[in-house]
């Protein structure tokens, strides 16, 4: 049985394929944005400071979060296993085209999870 666990709030379906007993998956929500903790609005978040596109990485506060580098390839995938990947967010200044700005434009590729044994 496949699920679109998203429920139309992707333009891409996200399937869910029961392998095993053809039942819904566990109940959850689907959210399509960030949610926090009361506590985390007291301290509002710092973006960079990069108010355009970053031509020069060395001097990119965006790209200097994540060690030197932007963390994704040219297909906005990450290419680099990081214990940790600082992306830009809706309180930075950069443009929505910058390279650090992924998750904010919406899946982009197909994938699935499926319940096994």
Do not use: W
């Not at 998956?25 to 509002?44: E, G, Q, S, W």
């Not at 990069?50 to 580098?69: D, F, H, L, P, V």
């Not at 600082?86 to 085209?97: D, L, N, R, T, W």
Request: net charge neutral; with cysteine.
């Amino acid at each position: 049985m496949e699920y679109d666990v998203s429920k139309g709030k992707e333009n891409i379906s996200i399937l869910s394929i029961d392998a095993m007993d053809d039942g819904d998956p566990p109940p959850f929500t689907y959210i399509t944005n960030m949610k926090y903790l009361d506590l985390y609005y007291i301290i509002r978040p710092q973006g960079c400071c990069c108010t355009r596109i970053c031509s020069n990485i060395e001097q990119c506060s965006c790209a200097s979060k994540n060690g030197g580098e932007f963390p994704f390839n040219p297909r906005s995938s990450i290419f680099k296993a990081k214990f940790f990947v600082h992306e830009c967010g809706p309180y930075y200044e950069c443009p929505p085209s910058c390279k650090n700005r992924v998750s904010q434009h919406g899946l982009m590729y197909h994938f699935e999870f499926s319940k096994t044994k």
